[in-house]
Each structure stands twice: as C-alpha cells, then as structure tokens.
C-alpha cells in the first residue's frame, strides 16, 4: 500500500479503512464477505492494530457487522434498507437546498465561483452515468455530493450525508454490476442540480430532487422483483 511521507498508526488506520471501502464498493467485497483481522493484515503487510481499528471504524459506519468469534462481515442492506435511505436523504437534502436556495427571490445563496470545482464533478458523473461507467461514476458521485453538501450544510450533516451516500452504494453495487439494464438505473441529474442551485431557484430544486427520489424508488420496486444478488461468504483473495 504506496504512501508518502512517515506513516503514523492513525494515518495507516485511515488508509487500510479507505481501502476497504474501496473494495466494497468496487463490488470485490460482496454483501456477506467474512474475513477476520489476521487475514487483512496478512494481505496488507501490516500489523493487527491499525487493521483491527480500521474494521471497528467500518463497523461504526454501518458497512460491516462484527461477530468477535467469527471476526468481520460485509453489511448485506436490504431493499426496505434502501428505500429508508432514500428517504433520509430526501427529506436532509430537500430541506437543506430550499433554505439554501432564494426565497422566490431568484438569488443564489451559494456564489457561482463556489460551484466550479462541483460542476465540474457533476458533469464528469453525469457523463459516466450515462456510459454506463459504474467504477467512475461512484468516484465522482461520491465527491459531487460530498463537495455539495459541504457548501450548503454544516459539517455534522455533511459527513451523515457522506455516510449514508456511501451505504446506498454499497447496496446498489452488487445489483448494478450483474444488469445489462445498467444505464437506466443510473441517475445523471447532477448538472441540472447544480444549475439550480446556481440559479438559487428552489423550485427547480425540488424538481430536481423529487424526481431524483422518484427515480431510486422506482429501481428499488424493480429490484424487488428480482432474486437477491449472489454473496461471497469466503475471505478476501
């Protein structure tokens, strides 16, 4: 694992944490996935501590479960799951814009120079989404929201927003990497939302995000017309 610079515990921690995250959302670490501390530091070339607190940490965020007779387990979210994720963030995100944005005003409470660094985000997401480039797309989707949520909402919210981005994928990976329907599912709205933000229009907010939400839910009554996706119960490669 390259780094630059001396390495601290805490750093390394971080790093074996972001690692796996990575994993897990590149779909390598299904749903299910068990594996203990030893195995991830033999994999690593680390020591047990920072690899045992990286994995407490994951677990704190919701994507693994802890057994300490059996060691650590990929969270397998259900589709209700899902759909209590989708209206978490709605509810968060729509409340968040609307006071961010004009109050019929048509002024944009966030400056346009604010905003280039999330546009450009939201058209490289967007442009992936519409490839069908799941492995760019949570990347970029990932950072669009993050930097977005940084701008309009204090940093409490922000990271909750951040953490349960984070979990969505997770579930929605193992489902989209096996369809040929994939385009479909992937939303690409992230450049109509931010010119509404950039235009302070809450109306064009609430559009915007109402349909986002209409478009989750709709995947989500799709999904639980199919069987459940495959897990990986044996330990990491």
């Known amino acids: 694992m390259p780094v630059s610079g001396p390495v601290t515990r805490s750093t390394l921690r971080q790093q074996i944490a972001d690692a796996l995250r990575d994993e897990v959302l590149a779909g390598r670490l299904q749903p299910g996935r068990e594996f203990t501390v030893k195995q991830i530091a033999e994999q690593y070339g680390v020591s047990a501590t920072p690899v045992r607190e990286a994995l407490v940490d994951l677990t704190a965020q919701g994507l693994l479960d802890s057994d300490q007779h059996k060691g650590f387990r990929v969270h397998q979210f259900t589709v209700d799951d899902y759909r209590g994720m989708i209206e978490a963030r709605s509810l968060i995100v729509d409340g968040i814009l609307r006071h961010h944005t004009g109050r019929g ?133």
């Open 105 to 237: 005003a048509g002024r944009a409470c966030v400056p346009g120079e604010a905003l280039t660094s999330v546009r450009r985000r939201a058209e490289a997401a967007a442009r992936a989404a519409r490839a069908g480039d799941l492995d760019i797309l949570i990347g970029y989707d990932v950072r669009f929201w993050r930097e977005l949520g940084g701008l309009v909402a204090n940093h409490y919210i922000a990271d909750f927003l951040h953490r349960l981005r984070i979990q969505a994928w997770v579930f929605a990976v193992p489902y989209l990497r096996g369809d040929r329907r994939v385009r479909d599912w992937l939303w690409n709205g992230h450049e109509e939302l931010v010119e509404a933000v950039a235009a302070g229009s809450a109306r064009q907010v609430v559009a915007v995000l109402r349909a986002y939400r209409t478009h989750s839910l709709n995947w989500a009554d799709h999904l639980e017309r199919l069987p459940a996706p495959r897990t990986a119960p044996g330990p990491p490669a």
